[in-house]
């Protein structure tokens, strides 16, 4: 089979050239890094379990209307993706206080937030992702005043809904990050949801137990962290039948 083109290689994901124009295949790694770069492992499955996570998540909210990249699931660690063009943000929701915030504002964990808050983050490994006002984002052209208008609306539409869907299986959406790209069709750009959205890039907690179900659990070492990304797929309905086994067979050679 002929290799294909590689497109771009993240932390966490690679990006082939997809089998049509205009598509990308986004392959998933078991890879893990954190606190840019200075962490490094591997957590077993976890590819496999980020891929069908991030597809259920992007199927439902494309069923409330909300736009997305994702195009169907290829295999285990695969999907196609339209390919379009990454608005330099990481955009942030949180509804209670953790992780940066929680420090920033000497705020202990789990407090919740009035309202839910929005924060714009700088993408650039280089800088370590500063966080920008949107007065910078206009200022330097990463997107204009009707791009922040859009991705606002749809960060807090995002939000809303799976603040509800996870609430309907016992987890509470503490924050998450999202990544937004704009896909051009003749004159016409639309801005949609891109990247991934899984258990890397949310903080997720047991409603009953409190217990952390996403990346803080490696961030933070605590052990547990493939149990606790198979305990998220298994609440969504979504582990491969036959449970985590099937998770062990060849597709993690891959
Ligand atoms: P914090 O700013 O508290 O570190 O992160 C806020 C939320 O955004 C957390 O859910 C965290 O997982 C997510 N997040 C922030 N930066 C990144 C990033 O560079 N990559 C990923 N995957 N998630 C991020």
Not at 224 to 232: I, L
Request: proline content about 4%.
């Amino acid at each position: 089979m002929a290799r294909r083109r590689q497109i771009y290689e993240g932390k966490a994901k690679v990006l082939f050239e997809g089998p049509e124009p205009g598509t990308l295949v986004q392959y998933f790694k078991d890879d893990a890094t954190a606190f840019n770069n200075k962490k490094r492992g591997t957590i077993t499955g976890k590819g496999v379990l980020n891929n069908r996570i991030s597809e259920y998540l992007m199927l439902r909210l494309g069923e409330i209307g909300v736009p997305t990249h994702f195009v169907r699931r290829l295999n285990m660690r695969e999907q196609l993706v339209r390919e379009v063009e990454i608005i330099p943000l990481e955009v942030v929701v949180r509804n209670v206080a953790a992780g940066s915030l929680a420090q920033r504002f000497g705020l202990s964990e789990g407090t919740p937030l009035p309202r839910c808050i929005v924060e714009w983050y700088f993408k650039s490994d280089a800088l370590n992702d500063p966080m920008v006002s949107e007065e910078h984002i206009t200022a330097f052209g990463w997107a204009t005043t009707q791009d922040l208008d859009e991705m606002m609306s749809l960060a807090l539409r995002i939000n809303d809904f799976l603040c509800g869907l996870f609430l309907g299986v016992g987890i509470r959406l503490v924050d998450f990050k999202i990544e937004f790209g704009r896909l051009y069709n003749g004159d016409d750009m639309q801005i949609v949801l891109a990247d991934e959205i899984s258990p890397d890039s949310c903080r997720l907690w047991d409603i009953r137990t409190g217990d952390k179900m996403d990346k803080d659990r490696f961030r933070r070492d605590l052990g547990g962290v493939e149990e606790a990304y198979q305990e998220v797929a298994r609440r969504l309905g979504i582990l491969p039948e036959g449970g985590p086994r099937d998770l062990k067979g060849p597709a993690l050679m891959q």
